[in-house]
Each structure stands twice: as structure tokens, then as C-alpha cells.
């Protein structure tokens, strides 16, 4: 992906500036960057949603939903902090963790107005209880699915 060592160090800095505000950690940027080619395992409780699943995946229980595209930088960095830190977490709460690619499902995301993204939807029960937009910190992420599972 990188062709000389200047350009890898660009990038790091560019995502070190953007991020390190939001609390997400260098490392995790550099590890994704460095497996992006390699088929990562998923935590169990992680799935990929279309169309035709959404709306039996989020009918009962507690599910976060990452709406995301593949163009999205942003995107594949909250993606990292979710499959590498949050779903982990959240497996044994119960908690499912759902991803919405937008380019392949439109509609879903016009259905629940995801309007920028990364967008976090939580859903308790087939309704969509709290949203998050942009990249977000893993506690704050944790925070709300804890307020909501009281």
C-alpha cells in the first residue's frame, strides 16, 4: 500500500493529528494499517448487516450498528477500534455489533438518516435508542450501551 517509508510516516501523522483528540490510540491505527490485507478474525458477536438481515439482527436485545463505506478513512479507523476493542466488550454484556456497508445498502441508510459517517446507531429491541456520529471514544461507546442496558 505504501511504496516508500515517507509515505507511511505521512500517514500515521495524519491520523495522529486527527485522532489523537477522540482518545484513539496511535497503535491502533498502525496495527490496522499494518493487517489490512490479512483476513482478520471477528469477535463473534460482530456481523456484517444488508438489507435482508437488518431487521431480524436488531429486533431483540441490545445492537450497536456501524454504518460505514469503504472510501471512508474515518470509517476504517472507528471500524478497527470496534472489531479490535469495543466488540470484545460488549460480548459478554450481550451486546450485538452490526456493520452497514452504505454502498451496499442505500436504503437502510436513508431509512435511519445517516446523514456523515462513521454513524453509530444503538438499538434496544428493533428501535434506534441513541446515535453517535464521527469517531468516537471506546469508553463513550461503552457509556452509553451501559446506560442503556441500566
Known sequence: MFHTQA?????????RLCYENVGVPELVVIQYRKRSNERQKKAANMVNLTQDTFDGAVAQGVTLVDFWATWCGPCKIMGA????????????????????????????AARFEVMAIPTLLLFSDGKA????????????VLDKVKELKG
Open 129 to 140: 435508542v441513541a446515535r453517535m456520529t464521527g469517531v468516537q471514544k471506546p469508553q463513550d
Open 7 to 15: 509515505q507511511l510516516r505521512k500517514y500515521v501523522h495524519y491520523y
Open 81 to 108: 477500534v470496534l472489531e479490535e476493542q469495543l466488540a470484545p466488550q460488549l460480548e459478554p454484556l450481550g451486546v450485538k455489533v452490526g456493520k452497514v456497508n452504505i454502498e451496499d445498502a442505500p436504503a437502510l
